[in-house]
């Protein structure tokens, strides 16, 4: 049985974008449409810049067409922290995500599903609490509207017996992300930009002050400044620190049959999508067609069926106490660092890249895409450090073998918690 994400199955048929043929010249190229670059391009073209943007396959192909479609702001670490590592900007900024994409849909129209109706974060165990707490309380005090869930109201609100407490952050919400997507290279279209898909980008070199790079049809696109938007998904002729600064993980995820009515009104009624405090947690939301969804790590091969997808299937179980038909089974790429910090990089004179969003892409890279255009075309200071080389990690080669070390190492530290 092949693979399909409920985007994909319940996402109206796409206008691809046309492959480039002929050499362009541009003031900024964006290589990837993802969020980040989608943003990157419709901000540049709206501020008047000249933009072309180059993806390899289509947009929302990669991560940004295949995550949970939860809208969560902030960074992994907490506002406290956040204004001691890179200052109060940062912070502002963080806590601005999920408005800035849920601002960005209403005044474009963009028909992606769109629901501003909170994120829960749950606590499975007593040891989770006083994080939660401190985190909530940390917003709070930021005039975040948040809210404390004790056990009985996490059960009300996500119709699961299985957490002792936990937070909602009520400026969070979901949406459809390949609708997203789609909607966004629409709408840069519309704006000015010229997008082109199948069009891989195999050479990008800097040559008398301006960048050339070489798709593999042998077209090239020249330009002043150069967005690296692809994340884990750079191609291997880039940057090589770059790649190897960021571990690429897979995110599988599984939606259920179509819930019945007597299932809608107890599981998440109110709408809010949830995620995990455990180390390797998981994350549910109702989604389309009224299905229950549910992802969370996965093995670093990528699964060949459905068969590889029951550790994730039997975390339903474990939430709800029953099981569900599943209709859906698919993954997508994440890019996390060791310390779950997203990373900017200007590693030369006019080119700027993002990678490792660690889980938190939708809201973050939309509204980073939008900072960098602001600061491409108008010399906005950027809200967090920008570094000029990434660090690889030692043995990047040797991830899948590490990685997976890891989560087992963790999912014992989970079990030791309960």
């Known amino acids: 049985m092949p693979l399909t994400s409920i985007w994909a199955a319940t996402a109206p048929a796409p206008a691809d974008l046309p492959p480039l043929h002929d050499s362009l010249r541009a003031d900024v190229l964006v290589i990837g449409a993802g969020f980040q670059g989608l943003s990157t391009a419709l901000h540049l073209a709206e501020a008047g810049v000249d933009v072309v943007l180059l993806e390899a396959r289509q947009p929302g192909h990669g991560a940004s067409g295949r995550n949970g479609g939860q809208v969560i702001?902030?960074?992994?670490?907490?506002?406290?922290?956040?204004?001691?590592?890179?200052?109060?900007?940062?912070?502002?900024?963080?806590?601005?995500?999920?408005?800035?994409?849920?601002?960005?849909?209403?005044?474009?129209?963009i028909d992606c599903d769109a629901q501003q109706a909170g994120w829960i974060q749950a606590g499975m165990a007593q040891v989770h609490l006083p994080g939660l707490r401190a985190r909530m309380t940390q917003w709070a005090a930021r005039g975040a509207p948040v809210d404390w869930l004790d056990a009985a109201a996490m059960e009300r609100a996500t119709g699961s017996r299985s957490f002792c407490g936990g937070w909602i952050d009520r400026r969070a919400g979901k949406i459809h992300p390949l609708k997203f997507a789609r909607g966004l290279a629409q709408a840069a279209l519309a704006a000015g930009a010229r997008l082109y898909g199948d069009t891989p980008v195999v050479s990008l070199v800097r040559d008398g002050g301006v960048w050339q790079a070489r798709t593999g049809s042998g077209a090239t696109v020249s330009a002043d400044q150069v967005v690296l938007a692809s994340n884990v998904y750079t191609p291997a002729g880039f940057d090589p620190d770059l790649r190897r600064a960021t571990l690429p993980a897979h995110s599988f995820q599984v939606a259920t049959a179509p819930l019945d009515p007597a299932d809608l009104a107890r599981i998440l009624p109110q709408g809010a999508v949830v995620s995990e405090a455990r180390r390797v947690g998981t994350y549910f939301r109702i989604g389309p067609q009224n299905r229950l969804m549910l992802g969370g790590r996965g093995s670093f091969a990528e699964p060949q069926g459905p068969a590889a997808f029951h550790r994730i299937a039997a975390e339903l179980t474990r939430i709800f106490g029953r099981s569900f038909a599943m209709d859906h089974h698919w993954f997508g790429r994440v890019g996390m660092t060791p310390d779950h910090r997203l990373r900017l990089l200007a590693p030369a004179p006019g080119l700027l890249a993002a990678t490792g969003f660690n889980g938190r892409g939708v809201a973050l890279a939309t509204a980073l895409g939008q900072v960098m255009a602001a600061h491409l075309a108008h010399g906005t200071p950027l809200p967090l450090p920008v570094e000029d080389r990434l660090r690889p990690l030692p043995f990047h080669g040797l991830h899948p073998v590490y990685g997976s070390l890891a989560i087992e190492y963790y999912r014992l530290r989970d079990r030791m918690d309960r």
């Not at 204004?83 to 994409?101: E, K, V």
Request: net charge negative; aromatic share 8%.
């Open 73 to 109: 702001p902030g960074l992994k670490d907490d506002p406290d922290a956040l204004d001691q590592l890179w200052g109060a900007q940062a912070t502002d900024f963080a806590g601005s995500t999920a408005a800035r994409l849920f601002a960005l849909v209403d005044r474009l129209g």
